[in-house]
């Protein structure tokens, strides 16, 4: 039962083209959510986060819009750098606050 | 460096062996966290502790498998008689405190990676 979707497993873009990466979920209950960034080897490493009560939250090249309505949420990297390749999870918190629903994940790929 | 460490970082076994991970968290936090990551799949919950009490386990922690948290710092997850579909990344993740918005994100280690003949 995927309740985070992430139906993109992969995209390429040009280097300082936007690159937009999105996020499906099921869950109504779900309040709080967050893109993670992850290299070949390493774990995965926060990037940006983003509440329900909210419906942009942007940090840098980052932002993260959320449609509550279409439970779905996107990332906007923009311009988008050769070093932003890597892989990006979309997770959504629990009602129970105590472990993050993660999606499948969307490899990016930036071409210099 | 005082992220979240791991060991082993691979580790290669025969069907049917037992094994262990370790994970030693950030050492303010006090919530760990154990999660799963397969081939093509995004991380999936398996078990977290809250200093030493171990609060939640997923229906994917098979009677096979046991994690501790003995003294509420390192952790140790063992999987007993491995199966080949325990192949998979084990992820240890830490957080100071309940996560959320004003509170705790989750810090992820490195990861051990798991393969059995």
């Known amino acids: 039962d995927q309740q985070v979707k992430q139906n993109s497993p992969s995209l390429s873009v040009q280097e300082g083209r936007i690159s937009i990466l999105n996020c499906d979920y099921t869950?109504?209950?779900?309040?709080?959510f967050l893109w993670y960034k992850k290299y070949p080897a390493e774990g995965p490493t926060f990037l940006i986060s983003i509440s329900s009560i909210k419906d942009k939250n942007e940090d840098g090249r980052f932002t993260v819009f959320l449609n509550k309505s279409a439970k779905h949420l996107s990332l906007h990297i923009v311009p988008s750098q050769p070093g932003d390749s890597a892989v990006y999870f979309c997770?959504?918190?629990?009602?129970?606050?105590?472990?993050?629903?993660f999606g499948t994940g969307t490899s990016l790929t930036v071409i210099p | 460096d005082t992220g979240v460490s791991q060991d082993p970082r691979h580790k290669i076994t025969k069907r049917g062996q037992n094994v262990t991970f370790r994970c030693d968290p950030i050492?303010?936090?006090?919530?760990l966290y154990w999660y799963r990551q397969t081939l093509g799949q995004g991380p999936e919950f398996l078990t977290y502790f809250q200093n030493e009490a171990q609060l939640e386990k997923s229906r994917l922690l098979s009677d096979r498998f046991s994690a501790e948290r003995p003294k509420g710092s390192f952790s140790t997850l063992e999987i007993q008689r491995t199966e080949q579909g325990d192949s998979a990344m084990y992820l240890c993740a830490s957080s100071l405190g309940r996560l959320g918005k004003n509170t705790g994100e989750l810090f992820f280690g490195e990861g051990s990676r798991l393969t059995v003949l």
């Open positions: 050492s303010e936090h006090n919530r």
């Open positions: 997770a959504a918190l629990s009602n129970t606050g105590n472990q993050f629903y």
């Open positions: 869950n109504s209950m779900f309040d709080y």
